[in-house]
C-alpha cells in the first residue's frame, strides 16, 4: 500500500506571495495533520483535520489555514509569507478508528523556502 | 500544554554496540500515548516503536526497546546491536489522549560508526 504522499516536493517563494501544499493520506485513513519543522528542530502542530472538519489546532497565526475534501485529501494554505516559514512541512495521516491514540504515519514532506 | 525534553542533541556509537536515547515529558493527563520517531537525512519521519502510558509492560520492536517510567515522567529510547543505517535524528513525541496532536521533543542526532 501507498504511504502518505506530499506535493510538491520543493517549493521556492518570496515573501508576500501565497502557498498551496498538499498532502494524500493512507488508503483507508480518514485523519490528516500538518506540522511544521523548521531546520534543526522538533516538528511543530499546525492543524488536524478529521471527516472534513477541523479537530485541532497548533499556535500559529491567521495566515495558515486548511481544508480537508471528501477523499480525505488535504490541502494546506500559507498567505503573505514571511522569511520565517521556510521549514519542512509535514503532513500525517492516521486511521482515529478510535479518535485516541491513533498512531501518525508521516509523509516525506516539502521544503518550503522564502526568499 | 505537554513539553517533551531531550537533552542529548548528538550521540554516537560504534556499529553492534547499544545505546540508550533519553527522553523527558510534563503532563497533568494520566492516559496517554508515547512515541519514538526516526528521521534519517532522507526526512522522511518513521515510527520506530509506540508505548501506552497505562500498559506496565515496556514496549519492544526487534532492536528497539523503551524504558518507560511513568511516575519520572521519563521515556528512553535503547537500541541494541546499531547497525549503520539507524544513523539518523530521533524524536521523542507525546500524544495526547483526543488523539488530535503530536508533541516533540527537540531531537537527538545519532551517528553509528563502522
Known amino acids: 500500500d501507498a504511504g502518505v504522499t506530499q506535493s510538491p516536493t520543493h517549493l521556492i517563494k518570496t515573501r508576500g506571495q501565497q502557498v498551496t501544499l498538499r498532502c494524500s493520506p493512507i488508503?483507508?485513513?480518514?485523519?490528516v495533520s500538518w506540522y511544521q519543522q523548521v531546520l534543526g528542530q522538533g516538528p511543530q502542530f499546525i492543524f488536524q483535520y478529521y471527516e472534513k472538519e477541523e479537530r485541532g489546532r497548533g499556535n500559529f497565526p491567521d495566515r495558515f489555514s486548511a481544508r480537508q475534501f471528501p477523499n480525505y485529501s488535504s490541502e494546506l494554505n500559507v498567505n503573505a509569507l514571511l522569511l520565517g516559514d521556510s521549514a519542512l512541512y509535514l503532513c500525517?495521516?492516521?486511521?482515529?478508528?478510535?479518535?485516541?491514540?491513533?498512531?501518525?504515519?508521516f509523509g516525506p514532506g516539502t521544503r518550503l523556502t522564502v526568499l | 500544554a505537554q513539553t517533551v525534553t531531550q537533552s542529548q542533541p548528538e550521540m554516537s556509537v560504534q556499529e553492534a554496540e547499544t545505546v540508550t536515547l533519553s527522553c523527558t515529558y510534563d503532563?497533568?493527563?494520566?492516559?496517554?500515548?508515547l512515541f519514538w520517531y526516526k528521521q534519517p537525512p532522507s526526512r522522511q519521519m518513521i515510527l520506530v516503536i509506540r508505548q501506552e502510558a497505562y500498559k506496565q509492560q515496556n514496549a519492544t520492536e526487534n532492536r528497539f526497546s523503551v524504558n518507560f517510567q511513568k511516575a519520572a515522567k521519563s521515556f528512553s529510547l535503547k537500541i541494541s546491536d546499531s547497525q549503520l543505517g539507524d544513523t539518523a535524528m530521533y524524536f521523542c513525541?507525546?500524544?495526547?489522549?483526543?488523539?488530535?496532536?503530536?508533541?516533540f521533543g527537540g531531537g537527538t542526532r545519532l551517528m553509528v560508526k563502522p
Open positions: 513525541a507525546f500524544g495526547d489522549n483526543a488523539g488530535n496532536m503530536l508533541t
Open positions: 503532563t497533568s493527563e494520566s492516559n496517554y500515548y
Open positions: 488508503s483507508g485513513h480518514k485523519s
Open positions: 500525517a495521516s492516521s486511521s482515529r478508528t478510535s479518535g485516541v491514540g491513533d498512531t501518525q504515519y
